[in-house]
């Protein structure tokens, strides 16, 4: 199947996409903050979680679906199978070596899904995540 857009479009497009501050990170940042929780963003550790909470050595990942492969909502791509299969699965792979290298340096580790920060009933999921920080 064909692009909908042009490859000028397409890049453009691709070039929106953001690595760091995302809408999910915005969020979660927003709400560990007006709770008072002591958190870093984007740290440079080894296995580069999205954020830290140092105090109690909690990494977190925040997985987009698509490009996370999230077992919920990921749909394999129609067009450039090519390119987006490999490279989707080079992530997966990725996120598993992180998660061991974060264990293995005795951090507890929560991934979040996108889908659980962009529903509309984020105070469940918010409840969720200070659950496991509560742990």
Not at 10 to 34: D, P
Not at 69 to 74: F, L, Q, R, T, V
Request: proline content about 4%.
């Amino acid at each position: 199947m064909a692009d909908v857009f042009s490859k000028e479009k397409r890049s453009w497009v691709m070039s929106r996409i953001r690595s760091k501050w995302t809408i999910q990170e915005k969020k979660i940042h927003n709400y560990l903050k007006s709770r008072k929780i002591r958190h870093k963003m984007h740290p440079k550790i080894a296995g580069s979680p999205d954020i830290i909470i140092p105090e109690r050595k909690i990494a977190i990942f925040l997985h987009g679906c698509f490009w996370h492969k999230c077992p919920k909502h990921y749909k394999e791509p129609k067009s450039n199978r090519k390119y987006w299969i490999p490279k989707i699965d080079k992530n997966v792979e990725r996120d598993k070596r992180n998660i061991r290298t974060l264990k293995k340096n005795e951090w507890k580790v929560v991934k979040i899904w996108e889908h659980d920060i962009i529903r509309k009933n984020n105070e469940n999921n918010f409840r969720r995540l200070l659950l496991c920080l509560e742990k």
